[in-house]
């Protein structure tokens, strides 16, 4: 069957969803201290393991991972998967070294369809810079395939030391809670930064979360690459996250004129109108059925990871198949909820939305804030 000429086109994080990649689990190695993160085991001060994941685990992920690729492909949907590069090997770049990389279970921390653009992601972590080298074969398939596709490639930071603030990790809590609306975490302002997944889709609208994953140049860049195309671009904070790293476990946009919320991370005050102000209904999910303690031993995510479902439609969502909580108030929305066990990927940084790039939905460029007062850049 010949492929229609349009391959890459995605607004929003709700329409029908037509084609997605799905994250692979082979290869992945248990992420590294580096400036840009510490990670840490929950129950315990003994290090934190090193070097390549065991078989088994990357099994028990690689299983959920299919599972969900299987559940997709039943309700019509396109799945993709990324190439299962090397990522054992040390790196050695002239400005950093890195005993090994990641994983490519999350496609969404990297690559971000706005459109008809595929971006892939400047990055902030070190293991993780050559991530997107997973997604080339299918970028340059739907570069080849649909004359329309643009693909761009953000600046790649030095992530030398000196891109970081190497104190942020030892600043006590009580510090973090005075400096609350400073937004300064682990990268510095002075390069290019940023995580695909510290951005919501809205059509013509991007909100983006200031984070110790995208910083204030990440999001000046955005907003000078976006504009030109038709985008307005929309800084947004938490400040009560103290460790912010993706939106997607904190405002989750749903269809248009709901948003489920976060809790224990509202807006910084004020910034909630932009979405009262266009009749959008912003709805705090219920606590997760895990406390942050309770995630699994190696998950470095927090237990917020129960918000990130995946829209299959503006009806329809994927959800982990434990949180009951948050199926009855989808349920109660007016959503079909589609369970899916996933906990053995949390350890790989991410859930439902965040193992998921989405390459094509329907729809086109709507306006879901047409009373909006906005300045471009200039
Ligand atoms: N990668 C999403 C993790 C966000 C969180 O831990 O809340």
Same mark, same amino acid.
Not at 205 to 216: H, K, L
Not at 367 to 371: A, T
């Given at each position: 069957?010949?492929?229609?000429?349009?391959?890459?086109?995605?607004?929003?994080?709700?329409?029908?969803?037509r084609?997605?990649?799905?994250?692979?689990?082979?290869?992945?190695?248990?992420?590294?201290s580096?400036?840009?993160?510490?990670?840490?085991?929950?129950?315990? $001060?003994?290090?934190?393991?090193?070097?390549?994941?065991?078989?088994?685990?990357?099994?028990?992920?690689?299983?959920?991972?299919?599972?969900?690729?299987?559940?997709?492909?039943?309700?019509?949907?396109?799945?993709?998967?990324?190439?299962?590069? $090397?990522?054992?090997?040390?790196?050695?770049?002239?400005?950093?070294?890195?005993?090994?990389?990641?994983c490519?279970?999350?496609?969404?921390?990297?690559?971000?369809?706005?459109?008809?653009?595929?971006?892939?992601?400047?990055?902030?972590?070190?293991?993780?810079?050559?991530e997107?080298?997973?997604?080339?074969?299918?970028?340059?398939?739907?570069?080849?395939?649909?004359?329309?596709?643009?693909?761009?490639?953000?600046?790649?930071?030095?992530?030398?030391d000196?891109?970081?603030?190497?104190?942020?990790?030892?600043?006590?809590?009580?510090e973090?809670h005075?400096?609350?609306?400073?937004?300064?975490?682990?990268?510095?302002? $002075?390069?290019v930064?940023?995580?695909?997944?510290?951005?919501?889709?809205?059509g013509r609208?991007?909100?983006?979360?200031?984070?110790?994953?995208?910083?204030?140049a990440?999001?000046?860049?955005?907003?000078?690459?976006?504009?030109?195309?038709?985008?307005?671009?929309?800084?947004?904070?938490?400040?009560?996250?103290?460790?912010?790293?993706?939106i997607?476990?904190?405002f989750?946009?749903?269809?248009?004129?709901?948003?489920?919320?976060?809790?224990?991370?509202?807006?910084?005050?004020?910034?909630?109108?932009?979405?009262?102000?266009?009749?959008?209904?912003l709805?705090?999910?219920?606590?997760?059925?895990?406390?942050?303690?309770?995630?699994?031993?190696?998950?470095?995510?927090?237990?917020?990871?129960?918000?990130?479902?995946?829209?299959?439609?503006?009806?329809?969502?994927?959800?982990?198949?434990?949180e009951k909580?948050?199926?009855?108030?989808?349920?109660?929305?007016?959503?079909?909820?589609?369970?899916?066990?996933?906990?053995?990927?949390?350890?790989?940084?991410?859930?439902?939305?965040?193992?998921?790039?989405?390459?094509?939905?329907?729809?086109?460029?709507e306006?879901?804030?047409?009373?909006l007062?906005?300045?471009?850049?200039?």
């Open positions: 069957m010949n492929q229609p000429a349009v391959r890459v086109n995605s607004w929003n994080e709700w329409d029908p969803l084609e997605i990649v799905v994250g692979v689990a082979d290869n992945a190695c248990f992420e590294p580096e400036p840009g993160y510490r990670p840490a085991l929950r129950d315990t $001060d003994a290090p934190f393991p090193t070097g390549p994941k065991p078989a088994e685990m990357i099994d028990r992920a690689n299983a959920q991972l299919d599972g969900l690729a299987a559940v997709l492909e039943a309700q019509g949907v396109t799945v993709r998967r990324p190439d299962a590069i $090397d990522l054992r090997s040390a790196l050695r770049t002239p400005t950093f070294e890195v005993d090994n990389q990641y490519v279970v999350c496609p969404r921390d990297v690559m971000i369809t706005l459109g008809n653009e595929i971006v892939e992601a400047s990055m902030s972590r070190r293991a993780r810079y050559f997107y080298q997973a997604y080339r074969t299918l970028v340059y398939e739907y570069w080849n395939a649909d004359p329309n596709m643009v693909w761009t490639v953000a600046p790649k930071p030095t992530m030398a000196s891109m970081y603030r190497q104190d942020f990790w030892d600043w006590p809590l009580a973090r005075a400096r609350m609306h400073e937004s300064e975490f682990c990268v510095t302002q $002075d390069e930064v940023f995580d695909a997944a510290d951005m919501n889709r809205f609208d991007i909100v983006v979360q200031e984070s110790m994953t995208t910083n204030r990440g999001i000046r860049w955005l907003k000078r690459h976006l504009e030109p195309r038709g985008f307005r671009v929309h800084p947004v904070h938490f400040p009560l996250d103290f460790f912010p790293s993706h997607d476990c904190t989750v946009p749903l269809r248009p004129g709901l948003i489920l919320t976060n809790p224990e991370r509202p807006l910084r005050e004020g910034e909630e109108q932009m979405f009262l102000g266009n009749d959008w209904e709805v705090d999910v219920p606590q997760p059925t895990s406390t942050n303690e309770e995630m699994p031993r190696y998950c470095q995510s927090s237990k917020w990871l129960s918000m990130n479902v995946l829209s299959i439609s503006p009806t329809k969502v994927v959800c982990e198949e434990r909580p948050l199926q009855d108030l989808l349920d109660k929305l007016g959503f079909e909820v589609v369970p899916v066990p996933f906990r053995d990927v949390f350890e790989y940084g991410g859930s439902l939305h965040c193992a998921t790039w989405d390459v094509n939905r329907e729809g086109t460029a306006d879901y804030f047409p009373d007062d906005y300045t471009p850049v200039v």
